[in-house]
């Protein structure tokens, strides 16, 4: 197929009676809105909106993963001869939003009813709501089969707590018991749920070693065509796409599935935590993308590396450090959003009320392992979770920052970024704002900690080890200064004994210093020393003619 084939409207001849409304991301051909479809009487509906892009800054990386998607999946649609209404950014007559676009379609074709699978994203489901509401149509929604749990059945295990808090690993092992992962007679494999304390070594001073190269995916010519489409329609947005190479078909992520269970995964656990210098992929599975456009399913993900530890080709520990993240914590935050939307996004527990550095969009700081890691999710829309977590997000929760805010540039940078996973992730993981819903006490550290699990800070001006004077390190006077700002609010929060026990040894001056370096920092006067253009880690070029 061309561009030609799916980059107009489809002339639509004969009446449609279910109009089944494809989101960008949901990008599966046995998704359940394709139930019962019947090519002669139904049609398939995309739209590509220039709101979904701006409504947050969407970094290029983020907006060329979903238009290539997007664009492939429509071929299919064609390849199985279904009816398909496709329309593209900029076109004369078309409207900035989804639900806009939806509506102009509604009054075209008069279908007599619509159908979609269950949305990602609580703004999305609303505003399709409205319009379906105001064209006189009911919207049918449909269980999102990419799922091994319901939003029903979430919000039933959490009532059957009766207050007690919601925690991962109790949610996480009664899946695993009720859909046998890595079980054995009833028993955990191995005899224990988890292997966390063997999945956090550090690579020691001699570094990873040799790293399995990263599964890369050369763009052909639809995906050229939408990078250079990106590239001129955003050209003032954040990111780069030289080294665009992510799976944007169905048989490039079970290619990408594949190398990982081969090649990543038996190494992955011990060292899932370690960060080093220069090396963005590691051991990781770079998974997280497909799977949330839906075009792998997490069963067939889980079970292939069940299959890969019963095989002797991988071990437990490693295994089932893969598989918590994709039975526990996915199915968990999923959980979270559903069952505490719209109002979540507006928690702000630690009252937070400073502004996002303008840096993050840049990397234009002279913190060192910021501004690595800035500048990898820049130019390749990904970070691992302990970069996103203990450095991105660690950083500003310290600093301060509205959590809104820092929510609104995860969800604009990352590839893999869908509300209903991302803003858990940010808001209850890394800032604590929901106060303990989602992790029983804030994820704080020290710069210490940065150093030890492989950050870049040998490279770095600042001293890990100091929280005041010209030389400290800013996660690790911000880390002081967080726990005598919030001293009274943490005094009965668990595993924060010994912190607590600390921050009473500190003199008065000790104190005035740390204050004094966090004003600093908080000010600009501390970390803006890289004023240099945009240069990434290494890019990859690649085509785009």
């Excluded at 065509?225 to 796409?241: K, M, N, S, T, Y």
């Excluded at 840049?362 to 977590?389: N, S, V």
Aim: net charge neutral; hydrophobic share 40%; charged share 25%.
């Amino acid at each position: 197929m061309t561009l030609s084939d799916f980059s107009e409207e489809d002339p639509i001849q004969r009446p449609v009676r279910t109009l089944v409304i494809v989101l960008g991301d949901q990008l599966d051909l046995e998704a359940s809105a394709f139930d019962g479809f019947d090519p002669d009487q139904d049609c398939v509906w995309m739209a590509e909106v220039k709101e979904e892009s701006t409504h947050v800054w969407s970094s290029k990386p983020r907006i060329a993963m979903f238009i290539a998607a997007m664009r492939h999946f429509a071929q299919a649609v064609r390849g199985k001869g279904w009816r398909l209404r496709y329309t593209r950014l900029y076109g004369p007559g078309r409207s900035d939003t989804l639900a806009g676009e939806l509506q102009s379609t509604l009054r075209t074709l008069r279908p007599d009813q619509l159908v979609m699978t269950a949305p990602g994203d609580w703004r999305v489901w609303t505003a399709l709501s409205c319009a379906a509401a105001e064209a006189g149509l009911g919207l049918e929604v449909r269980p999102d089969r990419h799922f091994y749990t319901t939003v029903k059945e979430f919000a039933a295990y959490a009532r059957h707590l009766q207050g007690k808090p919601l925690r991962l690993e109790y949610f996480y092992r009664t899946l695993r018991q009720r859909h046998n992962v890595l079980m054995a007679d009833g028993e955990p494999e191995g005899g224990q749920w988890n292997y966390d304390k063997a999945n956090r070594q550090t690579f020691g001073r001699n570094g990873p070693g040799m790293v399995p190269e990263r599964s890369r995916f050369e763009p052909d010519e639809t995906t050229r065509h939408a990078l250079r489409w990106v590239q001129e329609q955003f050209a003032d947005h954040p990111g780069d796409l030289e080294s665009f190479a992510w799976p944007v078909t169905r048989q490039d992520a079970l290619q990408a599935l594949a190398d990982f269970i081969d090649h990543r995964l038996p190494v992955f656990g011990p060292y899932q935590d370690a960060m080093w210098p220069g090396e963005p992929w590691l051991y990781h599975s770079h998974l997280s993308a497909a799977l949330n456009l839906k075009l792998l399913n997490p069963r067939e993900v889980v079970a292939a590396a069940e299959a890969a530890y019963r095989a002797g080709r991988a071990p437990l520990a490693s295994v089932e450090g893969f598989i918590r993240q994709i039975l526990g914590w996915r199915e968990y935050v999923r959980g979270i959003y559903w069952t505490q939307m719209p109002a979540y996004v507006e928690r702000n527990a630690l009252e937070a009320s400073g502004e996002l550095p303008a840096w993050y969009w840049t990397g234009g700081t002279d913190f060192e392992c910021l501004h690595q890691t800035i500048r990898q999710t820049l130019a390749h829309g990904y970070a691992h979770h302990i970069q996103r977590l203990m450095v991105t997000g660690l950083f500003a929760m310290l600093l301060g920052v509205k959590p809104k805010a820092v929510h609104e540039w995860y969800l604009a940078v990352y590839v893999d970024a869908v509300e209903w996973v991302e803003l858990p992730n940010t808001l209850g993981m890394s800032q604590y704002a929901d106060g303990g819903l989602m992790a029983s006490k804030p994820y704080i550290a020290t710069g210490k900690y940065i150093q030890r699990m492989g950050g870049p800070c040998a490279g770095c001006k600042y001293d890990p080890a100091a929280f005041q004077g010209d030389a400290a390190c800013p996660f690790t006077t911000l880390y002081w200064e967080f726990l005598l700002r919030h001293q009274a609010r943490l005094e009965n929060a668990p595993r924060l004994e010994f912190q607590r026990e600390r921050l009473g040894t500190l003199s008065p001056a000790q104190r005035e210093g740390i204050q004094d370096r966090a004003a600093a920092i908080r000010s600009g006067d501390v970390g803006c020393g890289r004023r240099e253009g945009l240069r990434y880690l290494a890019p990859v070029p690649i085509s785009l003619g």
